[in-house]
Nanobody
Framework: QEQLVESGGGLVQPGGSLKLSCAAP????????VGWFRQAPGKEREGVSCIFNSDGFQYYADSVKGRSTISRDPSKNAVILEMNSLTPDDTGVYFC????????????????????WGKGTQVTVSS
């Protein structure tokens, strides 16, 4: 059973918006810190945003700060990432991941701290 399932990717025009959803058939997400990562072709996977389970703290990478919002949707047991003012630099495969680690930094996101991963959803920003 997949623990995390991403949806909402697709082709978006520059300047547009997207809403990604991370659903969890096998986890109760309120207990987990959930992060969004992305990986562009030929580049390392980078952390985009996460929301902590302990206090709801939200982290945003500098590249998306001010134009992104991460939130929980308890009714759907999901975590949502909304991004606007998209540019081609936002192109990549977006993954959600979950962790119960209590040693997470609030200044960055480390892939090795996350226990469960989805398979990703492709986002392409292009005209």
């Amino acid at each position: 059973q997949e623990q995390l399932v991403e949806s909402g990717g697709g082709l978006v025009q520059p300047g547009g918006s997207l809403k990604l959803s991370c659903a969890a058939p096998g986890l109760f997400l309120d207990y987990w810190t959930v992060g969004w990562f992305r990986q562009a072709p030929g580049k390392e996977r980078e952390g985009v945003s996460c929301i902590f389970n302990s206090d709801g703290f939200q982290y945003y990478a500098d590249s998306v700060k001010g134009r992104s919002t991460i939130s929980r949707d308890p009714s759907k047991n999901a975590v949502i990432l909304e991004m606007n003012s998209l540019t081609p630099d936002d192109t990549g495969v977006y993954f959600c991941a979950a962790t119960t680690s209590v040693s997470l930094s609030r200044r960055s996101m480390a892939t090795h701290k996350y226990d469960y991963w989805g398979k990703g959803t492709q986002v392409t920003v292009s005209s």
